[in-house]
């Protein structure tokens, strides 16, 4: 079936908000920028990107009527040219170098790694890795079935481009297909609590939806009551960590660490009922590619709020200064090569600072920072449990379900459903309970 592009529209967003009827308005104040434009935050040619920017460049050659051919070139949204067949386009979709290599070397090593089928995240790639007509390239979007048999993609085998839903690896297609993962692909957690943004003891978390930005503001009883956009800008973003008053002013801060290694800080305020946002202001860059960051408090009952970044096996806690940057930073003990996701949890276990480590297969552990006489130190992990695979984020959000123990919600990618997790308050979880489906 052919779609319209499922694509995360701002206006979307905003029609959502404004439909709720509720006391948000996403109000932005006069004095601040509530998002960065998307020009400006596009991935450098062959750099890391994020899954949502890889969508979103493969959406601007759909509905444009163009011829396919492999003797010709289109134009990107900077200007370059792109080859006009199917590896060409996912060459553009992935922003390396125009005009982009053809089927077999999409698929080489230098470029991607062949993944199993049921790995596939949006962004991916579905290869038949052979040269002139043998060869084919898709860029997947999602899973439409529990299966795994039947997914959306966008693909140019044919005038037009196709954005659609299709039988794996391609419907009738008799070529034998397999699944890639861009090599630079960007790690992503695009999930995160707030706080209490109207200080009515309701904990709201943000999301990320491709270029646009969310805030759902809690209903107090583990679930959300509306929606409200926060601008667009935001598809190079690729983590989001809440880290409470970070400035020392606004209790309802936000870290936006984007592709090029760049950290910015946002806040969101109440703002006479309306939930307004300001930022980006810079903290610092040159963070590593695929770099995790985590909000953790105020780990040295300062005032001053902390935040933890896993990158290359190894963490760090940035002890932030109060003015919105960081202080110092103090390493970490642990092997943390297998940990793909983290956030913080505050007082999980009702003792000390929690921050919850996702790894690659599936488990979730549980780490306590501490005051060890003015240094920063770390326990061991615990196992919090194993049966949380296939999650595409998480995001601790207080009590959000406001029972005793600290929550976090995550998102079960291939079905689409964004889960609460409540906890004991004694470094366990009581129950696991479906908040909303169709998030993609």
Known sequence: MKNAPIRRALTGLLAVAALSGSLLGATLPAHAT??????????????????????LRAETWFNKGIAYNWNTTYPDPEGRQYRTDCSGYASMALHLPAPGPDTVGLADGSVTTQIAKDQLQPGDLVIAPYSGNAGHAIIFDHWTTADHSRYVAFQFG????????????????????????????????RLTGVGDVFGNGRQSFVSINGDAGTLYYGNGTG?????AGLGAGWASTSQLAGVGKFDGVHANGMLALR??????????????????????????????PNTKIAGVGDVFNNGRQSFVAVSGGTATLYYGNGT??????????????????????????????????????????????????????????????????????????????????????????DAHVLYRVSGTGTGSWRSRTAVTGGWI
């Open 34 to 55: 509530a998002a960065i434009t998307a020009t400006s935050t596009a991935t450098a040619i062959g750099g890391s990107i994020t899954r949502a920017e890889v969508l």
């Open 158 to 189: 044919a005038t037009p481009v196709r954005h659609d839903e299709i039988a794996y690896p391609n419907g009738s297609d008799q070529r034998t297909f397999y699944a890639y993962r861009y090599n630079n692909i960007s790690s992503e957690n």
């Open 223 to 227: 679930s959300y009551e509306s929606t």
């Open 259 to 288: 592709t090029d290694g760049s950290l910015w800080r946002y806040y969101i305020d109440n703002t006479g009922g309306n939930a307004s946002l300001a930022g980006g202001y810079p903290v610092t860059g040159g963070f590593a």
């Open 324 to 413: 919105g940057s960081y202080e110092s930073t103090i390493p970490l003990s642990g092997d943390w090569s297998t940990t793909t996701m983290i956030t913080g949890v505050g007082y999980f276990d009702g003792e000390n600072l929690g921050l919850l480590a996702y790894r690659a297969d599936g488990s979730t552990w549980l780490y306590d920072i501490y005051n060890n006489s003015g240094y920063a130190a770390i326990t061991s992990p615990s196992l919090l449990d194993a049966g949380f695979a296939g999650a595409t984020a998480i995001a601790g959000v207080g009590y959000f379900d406001s029972v005793s123990g600290a929550d976090f919600l995550y998102v079960q990618g």
